[in-house]
């Protein structure tokens, strides 16, 4: 039961990928002015399974002096680890469960940062070594704000189980709202998106880290990147948005956060790099200090 548990689970995230990509583009669409895509099934449905059909069957080319294992290696661990955190999804029945679930998350997404340094170093291109070195120190230090934004959440709940949020069932948003927009901008620059997506600016990289891929080994990296924000917007609609993870309400919840993530792809202009440091090491991490420092007075003084 626990494998075909999982294995439903998997699909469903991977089939769930490719609409949101037909999503995103069809946001993007009306937010300038088109159509997006609509030709191909019925109002462009069938377009997903055709831009993975044409990207699996495309050509895989590789660099003449790349390290090809690794440069071949990398895509499917960035694929690997974006699975192994779907195993946080907070089940009940059938499955194990991660009393230290939040310690889980925080290896995982730290180890994300070797995928992005492994497939720019080895493709031994200058453009995308430029775009993993900016992708792993804006990965690092996102990583440090984000977890003390998380563990201010945590200390409420007396533990580090996802599974704690069903049992309180409490809008955390609603008593810390700037707490929680940290954590949308966080997250934003933790998975690489628009404003902060400097990994692959356009502009002056040409496509970052991922530029010397083609085929599978881009469409792996591809699927990694959009896993991990289904994910993250699972994740905040269980800490923030009430935990329910049983009624249809709570999938709502995580569509919104996921059309949030479109949202600001389709109106914020690209963010400076400088601005990008000084936002999460001057604001970001002060702001979750402090939170935290006053939830743990907070509760201090409940309890005793």
Do not use: H
């Not at 998997?10 to 159509?35: A, D, P």
């Amino acid at each position: 039961m626990f494998l075909l548990i999982y294995l439903i689970l998997f699909i469903s995230v991977l089939v769930s990928v490719g609409f949101v990509t037909l999503f995103e583009r069809k946001i993007l669409g009306y937010i300038q002015f088109r159509k997006g895509p609509n030709k191909l099934g019925f109002l462009g449905l069938l377009q997903p399974f055709s831009d993975g059909l044409k990207l699996f069957f495309s050509e895989q080319s590789f660099p003449y002096l790349s390290n090809f294992f690794i440069y071949y290696i990398s895509p499917i661990f960035m694929l690997f680890l974006s699975f192994i955190l779907w195993l946080l999804f907070p089940f009940v029945f059938n499955v194990c469960s991660f009393d230290l679930a939040f310690l889980f998350f925080l290896c995982c997404s730290g180890l994300s940062v070797y995928g992005l340094l492994l497939s720019g170093w080895s493709s031994n291109s200058n453009y995308a070594l430029l775009g993993c070195l900016r992708a792993v120190a804006q990965t690092i230090s996102y990583e440090v704000s984000m977890s003390l934004v998380l563990l201010c959440y945590f200390i409420f709940v007396f533990g580090f189980s996802f599974n704690l949020f069903y049992s309180y069932e409490v809008w955390f948003l609603l008593f810390s709202f700037p707490l929680f927009f940290c954590w949308l901008s966080s997250c934003l620059a933790e998975v690489n998106r628009s404003p902060f997506d400097f990994a692959e600016g356009e502009s002056e990289l040409v496509s970052g880290f991922n530029v010397e891929y083609s085929g599978a080994g881009f469409s792996f990296i591809f699927l990694s990147e959009y896993l991990n924000i289904i994910f993250i917007s699972v994740l905040t609609s269980i800490i923030f948005l009430g935990g329910d993870f049983y009624s249809l309400i709570f999938y709502f919840k995580s569509t919104f956060i996921v059309f949030w993530f479109i949202w600001v792809r389709g109106t914020l202009p690209r963010f400076r790099y400088d601005k990008l440091m000084y936002l999460t090491w001057s604001v970001f991490l002060p702001v979750s200090l402090d939170y935290f420092l006053f939830f743990c007075l907070f509760l201090c003084f409940i309890i005793l």
